[in-house]
C-alpha cells in the first residue's frame, strides 16, 4: 500500500507524523493561554478546535448521533473525544486524512486564512498531557524482565526466576496518576527509606539508584460501568491509543519498600509520557503475532481468538549533562510482551473494576531476550555490577543527576513511517532537606 500523498510543504512519509499516522494530543498554540486539542503532521500542529469552530466536522456523529464537533469546541483534553468511542474516533482521523491527502478535500487547502487559524509550527507549541488521567496502573508483562528480575532479586535459576501468578495472569499494581508528566518537563530525584546493609537500621537519603523504565502505555477511551467487566475480544476498541513512557524508578527504595505490598515511594514521584497518542488504527499494519503463552494455562477470561500485538521498535537514550551527546542503550520492540493490552484491560476489570476515559495503564519495562533489548539500567548495568560505556571516558550504572533521559518509538511501513515522538525527561538534584 503506498504512502497517502500530501499538499502540505516539503510533506515526508517518512517521519514520525505521517498522514498514516494522525496522532491525538494537547496543546497551547501560539498567542493563547490555554491548551486545545491538536494532531500533527509532519512539523504542521493542526488544532481540532478550530477544524470544529471551521464546521469541518459538523456532518460527524457518533453511533448514537451525538455531535463530533461538541469534543473539540473549548475543550483543552482529548477527555470528551474518548468517551464518544471508536467510530467517532475514526471517523475523524479520515476527515483529517482528506482534508490534507492531495486529490482530497480541499476547504482548507483553498483558504489562507482558514490555514492560519489551523495549521501552526510545531516548535511554536508547547505540548500539554493529552487528556485529564483519572487512574494509572502499571503492569508487569515482559517475560523476560521478569525473569532477569528474579534471578537478581530472588537467586537461583533463570527457570524458576517467575512467579507463580505471573505465568496466569498480567500482575500490576495501581500506580500515583497526579505524578504522570509530559514529555520535557524536569523530574527531581527522589529521596525515600534506604537499608543497603540488611543488618543494620534503615536510613533517609537520596535515592543512589535512580532508573528509567522503557515502557507503553494505554490510554482507554469508552470504559465500562461498575460491576461488569471488558471481554478481552471487545478490549480494543475499547482502547484510545498508545503513548511512550518512562516509569521512573528508585531501586533501593524499591528494594526495602516492596515487600510485602509492592512498590510505593520508589514508583510514585514520577511517570513520564509522550505527549501524542497513536490510535490502533494507525498501528493496524504493524500487527504481528504475540509471544506464545506456553508458560501455564491461559484462563478462558483471557484467551483471544486473535492473538496479536504490534510491531514497534523502541530506543532509550542517555544524554549526560557533561556534554558529550546522546548514547543509545537500549533497543527493544513492543511485540516482546508476553501479556497484551487486551488482556491487561480485561483482567483489570474482571472483578467488576470500571474504567473511566482517560484512564492510563502501562505494560511495565519491556525488555527482549538480548542484554541490548533490556528496558532498565538495573538489567543492564545488571544490578550496577557492569557499567555502561556512554563514550569519552563516561559510564553508568544507574541514572545521574543532569542526565536526559531520551525514549523514542516508531513502526516502519512501506515507504511511511507511524511514530510517537519521544518521551524525555531531565533529571534535577534531590531537593533541600529531603
Given at each position: 500500500m503506498p504512502a497517502l500523498p500530501c499538499w502540505l510543504p516539503a510533506y515526508t512519509p517518512l517521519d514520525d507524523f505521517s498522514l498514516e499516522n494522525i496522532p491525538f494530543g494537547a496543546g497551547v498554540l501560539p498567542d493563547s493561554s490555554s491548551a486545545c486539542c491538536v494532531t500533527r503532521i509532519n512539523t504542521y500542529i493542526i488544532s481540532l478546535n478550530a477544524l470544529a469552530d471551521a464546521g469541518l466536522l459538523d456532518d460527524l456523529t457518533t453511533h448514537a448521533g451525538l455531535s463530533v464537533r461538541s469534543a473539540f469546541t473549548a475543550q483543552s483534553t482529548l477527555n470528551a473525544?474518548?468517551?464518544?468511542?471508536?467510530?467517532?474516533?475514526?471517523?475523524?482521523?479520515?476527515?483529517?486524512?482528506?482534508?490534507?491527502?492531495?486529490?482530497?478535500?480541499?476547504?482548507?487547502?483553498?483558504?489562507?486564512?482558514?490555514?492560519?487559524?489551523?495549521?501552526?509550527?510545531?516548535?511554536?507549541?508547547?505540548?500539554?498531557?493529552?487528556?485529564?488521567?483519572?487512574?494509572?496502573?502499571?503492569?508487569?508483562?515482559?517475560?523476560?524482565?521478569?525473569?532477569?528480575?528474579?534471578?537478581?532479586?530472588?537467586?537461583?535459576?533463570?527457570?524458576?526466576?517467575?512467579?507463580?501468578?505471573?505465568?496466569?495472569?498480567?500482575?500490576?499494581?495501581?500506580?500515583?496518576a497526579s505524578s504522570v508528566v509530559v514529555s520535557g518537563t524536569p523530574v527531581v530525584h527522589p529521596s525515600g527509606q534506604l537499608r543497603p546493609d540488611p543488618s543494620a537500621d534503615p536510613t533517609h537519603g537520596p535515592c543512589r539508584t535512580v532508573d528509567f523504565e522503557l515502557e507503553m502505555a494505554v490510554f482507554v477511551g469508552t470504559g465500562n460501568d461498575m460491576g461488569t467487566s471488558i471481554g478481552v475480544d471487545e478490549a480494543e476498541d475499547k482502547i484510545f491509543g498508545m503513548t511512550l513512557m518512562n516509569d521512573w524508578s528508585a531501586r533501593d527504595v524499591q528494594k526495602y519498600e516492596y515487600v510485602p505490598l509492592g512498590p510505593f515511594g520508589a514508583k510514585n514521584w514520577a511517570t513520564t509520557i509522550s505527549p501524542w497518542i497513536v490510535t490502533l488504527d494507525a498501528l493496524a499494519p504493524f500487527r504481528t503475532n504475540a509471544p506464545v503463552q506456553d508458560l501455564a494455562p491461559v484462563l478462558p477470561y483471557l484467551t483471544e481468538k486473535h492473538r496479536h500485538t504490534f510491531d514497534i521498535d523502541l530506543k532509550v537514550a542517555i544524554e549526560p549533562a557533561?556534554?558529550?551527546?546522546?548514547?543509545?542503550?537500549?533497543?527493544?520492540?513492543?511485540?516482546?510482551?508476553?501479556?497484551?493490552?487486551?488482556?491487561?484491560?480485561?483482567?483489570?476489570?474482571?472483578?467488576?473494576?470500571?474504567?473511566?476515559?482517560?484512564?492510563?495503564?502501562?505494560?511495565?519495562?519491556?525488555?527482549?531476550?538480548?542484554?541490548?533489548?533490556?528496558?532498565?539500567?538495573?538489567?543492564?548495568?545488571?544490578?550496577?555490577?557492569?557499567?555502561?560505556?556512554?563514550?569519552?571516558?563516561?559510564?553508568?550504572?544507574?541514572?545521574?543527576?543532569?542526565?536526559?533521559?531520551?525514549?523514542?518509538?516508531?513502526?516502519?511501513?512501506?515507504?511511511?513511517?507511524?511514530?510517537?515522538?519521544?518521551?524525555?525527561?531531565?533529571?534535577?538534584?534531590?531537593?533541600?532537606?529531603?
Open positions: 473525544f474518548m468517551a464518544l468511542g471508536r467510530p467517532a474516533w475514526r471517523s475523524v482521523r479520515t476527515r483529517i486524512q482528506e482534508l490534507f491527502t492531495i486529490g482530497g478535500r480541499r476547504d482548507i487547502h483553498d483558504d489562507e486564512s482558514l490555514q492560519s487559524k489551523v495549521m501552526h509550527d510545531a516548535s511554536q507549541v508547547k505540548m500539554t498531557l493529552p487528556c485529564t488521567i483519572g487512574d494509572y496502573t502499571d503492569f508487569y508483562c515482559s517475560k523476560e524482565h521478569a525473569t532477569n528480575v528474579g534471578v537478581m532479586f530472588r537467586g537461583g535459576p533463570p527457570e524458576k526466576a517467575l512467579m507463580e501468578n505471573w505465568k496466569t495472569m498480567p500482575v500490576g499494581y495501581h500506580g500515583r557533561s556534554g558529550e551527546g546522546a548514547s543509545v542503550v537500549c533497543r527493544s520492540n513492543y511485540k516482546h510482551l508476553y501479556w497484551t493490552a487486551k488482556q491487561m484491560l480485561a483482567h483489570h476489570t474482571v472483578t467488576g473494576c470500571n474504567m473511566r476515559p482517560g484512564d492510563l495503564f502501562a505494560s511495565g519495562t519491556i525488555s527482549g531476550s538480548d542484554a541490548s533489548s533490556f528496558g532498565s539500567m538495573l538489567e543492564l548495568s545488571w544490578q550496577g555490577t557492569r557499567p555502561l560505556d556512554l563514550g569519552n571516558g563516561v559510564t553508568r550504572t544507574f541514572v545521574q543527576d543532569g542526565d536526559n533521559v531520551v525514549m523514542t518509538g516508531c513502526a516502519q511501513g512501506d515507504g511511511f513511517r507511524v511514530g510517537f515522538g519521544t518521551c524525555e525527561g531531565h533529571v534535577m538534584p534531590a531537593a533541600s532537606g529531603r
